[in-house]
């Protein structure tokens, strides 16, 4: 497996990362299963993994730590904070109070010392960016976090991040962990080129486009929300599914799997470094390694332009953050006093 630079940090990454959210009880709650399928990844040569605080309240953390035993050295290992944790309204949020005893638990759930990359799950409005990277710059030079990140950053919030680290003598940013797949190509117009200006490391995240990319889901079939984790419209979306109709043929032709197709597209742009992906079963991870050396030709990837034009999304992605400007509707309407006035 040939290996990337995660932006400008000096850490040599594989170009699959493997996600840990499907390990424990929101996908695979065998720990020992969970655990063969971390070993085969990194039997197969992938370094890198990421996972979060949230995903299985601290199971797939556990299970992580577990897998990681007398491996750790080898590995890049990535943890996440932001969500809510608890129902304590402090225990979430990316505040300097929350951070602190967030990476502790972390650690603890994780059986290490230290995270080589600790990420900001989502922007938090409510605390300014100062708050943030102060917080995330003391773990750094305590020696407990080796570099930091953020997750689903708007690019304006990812240039004020840069700024605010560079006025105040913070750390910064050094990834970037946004939604891209051959669905969802937004990033492409102002993510991915602020991130290559800032010599950010990049790991996408849903590169098989929620589980549309596998071709499992397609026009006028009925499927089942409840395993799947996501509302009938995510499936029922005529946008996304007319993009998939036209994908099958395509790998047809190619001589691939639709997974394989989706994920050599993701890590085929020069911005991006590493695709997530994340398997619930082993014969999932199977899949997904066969076509790690899979390469795209420019007539393919030209072909898949026209189908899904650059820069563009086919459908909203379901869990990609909102900024408040659009998911709020105080911001987005003046009071009715000031409408009304002549």
Not at 19 to 40: L, T
Not at 169 to 175: A, D, H, N, S
Not at 260 to 271: T, W
Request: hydrophobic share 35%; charged share 25%.
């Amino acid at each position: 497996m040939k290996y990337r630079n995660l932006g400008r940090t000096g850490i040599d990454v594989s170009p699959y990362c493997l996600g840990a959210m499907m390990f424990g009880a929101m996908g695979n709650p065998e720990h020992d299963d969970s655990v063969r399928i971390i070993h085969k990844a990194l039997d197969a040569g992938i370094n890198f993994v990421d996972t979060a605080d949230v995903y299985s309240a601290g199971e797939s953390e556990v299970i992580v730590g577990k897998a990681l035993k007398g491996r750790r050295d080898n590995v890049v290992l990535a943890s996440k904070l932001h969500y809510p944790m608890g129902n304590d309204p402090n225990q979430r949020g990316n505040s300097r109070r929350w951070i602190t005893t967030a990476v502790e638990d972390s650690l603890r759930r994780l059986r290490t010392d230290h995270l080589d990359l600790y990420q900001v799950h989502r922007p938090d409005p409510s605390v300014d960016l100062e708050e943030t990277l102060s917080a995330l710059s003391d773990l750094v030079h305590s020696g407990k976090v080796r570099a930091i990140g953020a997750s689903s950053f708007p690019a304006s919030d990812i240039v004020e991040a840069q700024w605010v680290a560079e006025r105040r003598g913070l750390e910064r940013f050094r990834t970037e962990q946004p939604p891209y797949s051959i669905i969802n190509r937004s990033i492409e117009r102002e993510v991915l080129p602020v991130c290559q200006r800032y010599g950010m490391g990049t790991l996408v995240w849903s590169p098989l486009g929620q589980g549309l990319l596998t071709g499992r889901y397609r026009k006028g079939q009925e499927f089942d929300s409840h395993r799947s984790g996501h509302t009938p419209q995510h499936f029922s979306d005529a946008r996304k599914l007319d993009v998939v109709e036209q994908l099958v043929p395509l790998a047809e032709q190619a001589g691939l799997p639709l997974t394989h197709l989706a994920m050599a597209f993701a890590i085929a742009h020069p911005g991006v470094t590493s695709a997530i992906i994340g398997p619930r079963t082993m014969a999932q991870l199977d899949d997904l390694l066969a076509g790690a050396d899979v390469t795209l030709s420019d007539e393919i990837l030209d072909r898949i332009d026209e189908i899904a034009p650059p820069g563009t999304d086919a459908g909203p992605n379901d869990v990609a953050y909102v900024p408040p400007a659009i998911s709020s509707v105080g911001l987005r309407r003046r009071p009715v006093a000031e409408r009304s006035a002549g």
